[in-house]
């Protein structure tokens, strides 16, 4: 055991520091055909990169100021698949734009009546000759006003139980019949978040990914896949700030003289630094080619209530100043380009991180039925047709 | 770097488990009024020295494994496990504070003995309000010729009663030192107490005129020493913690209600995720104050402390939610909750609470940050 991370003068990171010393305001596409946008991928993509490497690019790069680019559908959850179910034609169209953030992806999951449920949507794609034809509704789509490309999941099969007839699409999202519109969140910030309308859409049948039925597994693994993200513990889905910044804020204003909520400081730090070391020991598990199992479902139910204690607590230290809107916290910390760096924005949009992505009830269904093998919660409609099941709900 | 712990950890922890789900029974104090001594204190010791445990920190110099703190970690985490009473702890604090701040003479009069295990140690720190930091005047150390007298007393002393020689904090003019006390002398006088965790023994000694000899290097000791202990009852507490919790699942598989097992039921499944959740934070802080101080890296300090204070509440916050959900059953004194419950408490409370801890850790933060 050895926490010790590669120092200032590891051999991999003095190669990656010489590219970026090289490259200083690298494209897109130069960081992308560098490896550096998917380093854990095969070649050309990636690198193959071990999760040390990865590491040290990600810090290198944090160090360079450079950014991946802004893709985070493609880039952290959804391209991959292309790799192990798309076909050449497929992976040639779209992963290098995809990879260089010049399409940027949206993923078309949720619904209005789905919210956990996600395998009871309802969006049904009909095949008619070369296309499918798509009506539905999606919501909770980020990025979807800026996507080009949106990976749909949608019923092929409605006679089949709920997980097996879905089946997942690369859809351009200019293709007449999508409306995209912006949801209004209680941030207030707009285009966060949408709602997208299908409306007959049609979607070349070249375009399915993988086999009709195949949906459902996809999009779990989709949902899954994480990059290892060791550099952002922050309290927003790893982005904005920390802990540490909690403290060293509350330390320049002066909020620390105060007994409560030192203490309370000291303990949202030291749970900071834990689940730092448990970020850390998912990637030793990734050196030591464990593979990723449920254990990303644990990190996240303890980061994202974390995360909104962090916000909290810098919140409730401004007093009734913290109501204004715009007004910081700790004036002398400079936010970066992450939107989240800004701490009222983020205390604001934090009421989401127990939300979205698996919400914390769903998360901790899945840490005692898939970690400590308690028993399953039942779900009547599981095996039954779901059109079948879809007349039968209440 | 590798953050997991390698093949021989897992198996010098394996090993541990296997000696002590063998050797260790909690069935006797299962029993109201049953005392320590009924749960095996004095067999659980010999057969431990049969291991050699009592030598795992000592150099090998003095006849010691000489093993680090990520080693002792395996198998104190299983002590912490099985709850299995012994003087293994007092012994384990007196050997630290012999082998950092003890001559070489010091150290060869009993280190040897401690490690063929007819040695036994205690570590008297705390005062009567629990406190083991501030400047206590309660024990007083006055010179007399080549050796030193104490007076006083030293609360909460865990194994006092059956250790040999005790290392007992005393005060000078000039600060606070460390003295070797024999115990076994008259001016030496243990005072068993009625402590709730029956599982460990726990007392206070009062100091007349005792014969005592300064450590010879005592200066930087204290700061040493605490790390290591905050570090120990952590190891423990986030073993005993996972056993609980281990404990709890398999018992919310088996139980029935209302016609399924209870387990199957949110309210409870969601109760042991977030116990899982501690577990799994305790285990993290533990093992990264365990690999610190083995290196004698410059966090250590700040390790050691949060693995405390945080083991420290998730204990206690676990052992409840046992209780809870084993029901009624769970109250009565013929289960083993209780006991885990009791150790949680006292683990958290001994050496200085989460909140102490917290406060070490905040000012540590802050005077990195300055």
């Given at each position: 055991m050895d926490f010790e991370l590669p120092g200032e003068d590891h051999p991999r990171r003095k190669v990656v520091r010489a590219w970026f010393e090289a490259n200083p305001h690298p494209s897109g596409l130069a960081l992308a055909q560098a490896g550096f946008a998917v380093p854990h991928w095969p070649k050309p993509w990636g690198l193959e990169a071990d999760a040390e490497l990865q590491l040290i690019i990600d810090q290198e790069m944090k160090r360079a100021g450079v950014h991946v680019p802004r893709n985070p559908v493609a880039i952290n959850n959804c391209a991959q698949s292309l790799l192990t179910h798309g076909t050449e034609a497929q992976r040639q169209h779209f992963l290098w734009p995809a990879l260089s953030g010049e399409h940027v992806w949206c993923m078309l999951f949720s619904e209005p009546s789905g919210g956990s449920d996600l395998g009871n949507l309802r969006t049904v794609a009909r095949r008619e000759g070369d296309h499918y034809v798509v009506k539905g509704h999606k919501i909770w789509t980020s990025l979807a006003h800026k996507a080009k490309v949106g990976v749909l999941v949608a019923r092929t099969d409605p006679d089949q139980p709920k997980h097996k007839g879905l089946s997942e699409f690369l859809v351009d999202m200019d293709t007449p019949g999508i409306r995209v519109r912006p949801i209004i969140d209680m941030s207030a910030h707009e285009n966060e978040y949408n709602e997208v309308f299908l409306e007959d859409v049609?979607?070349?049948?070249?375009?399915?990914?993988?086999?009709?039925?195949?949906?459902?597994?996809?999009?779990?693994?989709?949902?899954?896949?994480?990059?290892?993200?060791?550099?952002?513990?922050?309290?927003i889905w790893g982005h904005g700030p920390s802990a540490r910044e909690l403290v060293e804020g509350l330390a320049e204003v002066?909020?620390?003289?105060?007994?409560?909520?030192?203490d309370e400081a000291a303990q949202i730090y030291v749970e900071g630094e834990i689940l730092r070391l448990l970020a850390y020991r998912a990637l030793s598990d990734r050196m030591n080619a464990k593979a990723p199992g449920p254990e990303g479902a644990i990190h996240?139910?303890?980061?994202?209530?974390?995360?909104?204690?962090?916000?909290?607590?810098?919140?409730?230290?401004?007093?009734?100043?913290?109501?204004?809107?715009?007004?910081?916290p700790f004036p002398s910390q400079l936010a970066g380009d992450d939107p989240y760096d800004d701490w009222d924005y983020a205390f604001w949009f934090s009421q989401a991180v127990t939300l979205g992505v698996g919400t914390q009830e769903v998360l901790k269904n899945v840490v005692?039925?898939?970690?400590?093998?308690?028993?399953?919660?039942?779900?009547?409609?599981?095996?039954l047709p779901w059109s079948q099941a879809r007349r039968s709900a209440p | 770097m590798?953050?997991?712990?390698?093949?021989?950890?897992?198996?010098?922890?394996?090993?541990?488990?296997?000696?002590?789900?063998?050797?260790?029974?909690?069935?006797?104090?299962l029993v109201p009024g049953a005392t320590v001594e009924d749960a095996g204190y004095d067999t659980n010791?010999?057969?431990?020295?049969?291991?050699?445990?009592?030598?795992?920190?000592?150099?090998?110099?003095?006849?010691?494994?000489?093993?680090?703190?990520?080693d002792l970690a395996m198998i104190l985490g299983e002590m912490g496990r099985t709850l299995a009473p012994s003087p293994f702890l007092g012994t384990l604090f007196g050997t630290w504070a012999i082998q950092k701040g003890g001559s070489d003479t010091q150290k060869k009069a009993l280190l040897p003995g401690v490690a063929a295990g007819s040695t036994k140690l205690a570590l008297a720190v705390a005062d009567a309000s629990g406190a083991v930091d501030a400047p206590s005047r309660e024990a007083t150390a006055r010179r007399q010729g080549d050796s030193w007298r104490l007076t006083g007393a030293k609360s909460f002393v865990i194994d006092a009663a059956a250790a040999?020689?005790?290392?007992?904090?005393?005060?000078?003019?000039?600060?606070?030192?460390?003295?070797?006390?024999?115990a076994k002398q008259p001016g030496v006088q243990v005072d068993l107490l009625p402590w709730r965790d029956v599982t460990r023994q726990v007392a206070d000694v009062r100091l007349k005129d005792a014969v005592g000899e300064r450590l010879a290097d005592d200066a930087e000791l204290w700061s040493w020493l605490r790390d290591r202990v905050l570090f120990a009852l952590a190891t423990e507490s986030a073993a005993?913690?996972?056993?609980?919790?281990?404990?709890?699942?398999?018992?919310?598989?088996?139980r029935s209600a209302f016609g399924k097992p209870i387990g199957s039921y949110q309210a409870i499944k969601h109760s042991l995720a977030d116990m899982l959740g501690q577990v799994e934070c305790c285990n993290a802080a533990t093992l990264y104050a365990a690999w610190a101080l083995s290196e004698n890296d410059a966090r250590g300090p700040l390790a050691a402390a949060m693995a405390k204070a945080y083991t420290s509440d998730a204990y206690m916050a676990v052992t409840q939610r046992s209780i809870q959900i084993f029901g009624a059953i769970g109250f009565t004194w013929e289960m083993v909750n209780h006991l885990y419950f009791k150790r949680a408490r006292a683990n958290a409370e001994l050496f200085g609470s989460a909140r102490t801890q917290r406060a070490r850790v905040i000012d540590m933060v802050e005077k990195k940050a300055a």
């Open positions: 049609r979607i070349p049948a070249d375009r399915l990914l993988g086999k009709e039925g195949d949906g459902w597994a996809l999009c779990t693994t989709q949902l899954q896949t994480e990059r290892v993200a060791l550099s952002r513990p922050g309290a002066g909020a620390l003289a105060d007994g409560a909520i030192r996240k139910m303890l980061a994202a209530p974390h995360g909104q204690r962090v916000v909290d607590l810098a919140k409730r230290s401004q007093g009734a100043r913290g109501m204004i809107a715009g007004e910081k005692a039925e898939r970690m400590l093998g308690l028993p399953r919660d039942l779900d009547p409609t599981a095996r | 590798n953050f997991a712990l390698s093949e021989d950890h897992l198996v010098l922890r394996q090993s541990a488990r296997t000696f002590l789900e063998k050797e260790i029974s909690l069935a006797r104090v010791w010999s057969k431990i020295a049969a291991m050699g445990w009592p030598g795992l920190v000592i150099d090998e110099a003095y006849d010691g494994l000489g093993l680090s703190c990520i040999d020689w005790m290392v007992v904090a005393a005060q000078r003019e000039q600060g606070r030192a460390f003295f070797l006390v024999e005993g913690a996972q056993r609980v919790m281990e404990m709890t699942v398999d018992y919310a598989k088996e």
